[in-house]
């Protein structure tokens, strides 16, 4: 119970860790048809700039859940994640490994602001499957390679083993260049909370438009509501206070509160006072100028094989 208590869903683990997967996926050629036009695109690209080393320093797109000694092949996923939700890392990055680095350039950045936009309709999906059927119904049908049968969770992995989760909770987030559902675990002493990846699905009709969308960037949004407004909206599809916010944005506090405070006026995003913070959201309509010209995933429904398992805490 206490597992499932802290069982979070997040929107994306950013686009620096999904080009991580992006190099992954694009070597091996996968993800099926409608990766397709965005391995001739980013052949093209690639073919344009200059040439970097073959065999680059590549973060492992996912270690071993836990190996003998107890440490986990996670480590650089955790980083990630946390400059995402802090809201330090995005297009702007620079990945010292240099292949991963041009992949971010060159098959992330070009989709982003719609394949973000996809990755946070997943998610909301989910919360309202959690919403109106509980934890066991968003888990049952999170992916067809996932599995659920209190208190254990199930990926086929590929690979045996167990990690129980005592106490540590359980991340949950969605990706669109990773193809298979992977658990990123740290070292036992750390405490850090398992993070599962899984795959949103992207069908032909989804894919075409995540493809078409290279360079149209989130102008539209920008030239409705202003550019830094339009930060605003995209930095809240995560709640947070307005010092964070102005973090995320590069901005004071102050500036963050003034612009919170337009979008409030205008129904795009709420505000509830916690102690002596101010917690900022989207609102539904909000939410909806975020994700704008965005393909909607469809929902996973199948059960999953039997793999690697999740013990949840009893």
């Known amino acids: 119970m206490e597992d499932l208590a802290q069982l979070k869903v997040l929107p994306t683990v950013g686009p620096v860790a999904e080009a991580v997967f992006a190099v992954d996926l694009f070597r091996r050629g996968g993800g099926g048809a409608p990766f397709t036009r965005w391995r001739d695109a980013v052949n093209l690209r690639m073919r344009r700039v200059q040439p970097v080393p073959v065999t680059p320093r ?20 955790f980083d990630l994640l946390a400059q995402e939700q802090e809201g330090t890392s995005g297009d702007g990055e620079h990945p010292p490994d240099p292949v991963v680095r041009r992949m971010l350039q060159l098959g992330v950045a070009p989709y982003w ?24 119904g968003m888990l049952r049908n999170l992916h067809t390679w996932v599995g659920w049968r209190p208190p254990t969770l199930t990926i086929a992995s590929g690979r045996g083993g167990e990690i129980q989760l005592r106490g540590r909770g359980l991340a949950i987030v969605p990706s669109l260049f990773i193809d298979r559902p992977r658990i990123f675990t740290g070292p036992r002493d750390e405490q850090r909370t398992p993070v599962l990846v899984y795959p949103t699905i ?54 963050a509160s003034q612009h919170a405070a337009v979008l409030r006026g205008a129904g795009l995003i709420t505000s509830r006072r916690r102690f002596n913070t101010m917690l900022h959201s989207l609102t539904p309509l909000g939410s909806a100028l975020v994700t704008v010209g965005s393909p909607v995933p469809k929902p996973l429904t199948d059960r999953g094989d039997q793999g690697l398992e999740l013990t949840l805490a009893p």
């Open 202 to 255: 992207l069908d032909s009709a989804a894919a075409n438009t995540l493809w078409d969308s290279a360079g149209a960037d989130d102008r539209a949004l920008a030239a409705l509501v202003g550019r830094t407004r339009a930060r605003v909206l995209e930095a809240l599809t995560e709640t947070c206070n307005t010092s964070e916010l102005g973090r995320r944005l590069g901005i004071s506090p102050a500036a």
């Open 58 to 77: 590549v973060p492992r797109p996912a270690g071993p859940p836990a190996s003998q000694d107890g440490t986990g092949g996670g480590a650089w996923l």
């Open 113 to 136: 602001g719609k394949a973000r936009g996809y990755l946070q309709i997943d998610r909301d999906y989910r919360c309202r499957v959690m919403a109106g059927g509980g934890i066991e």
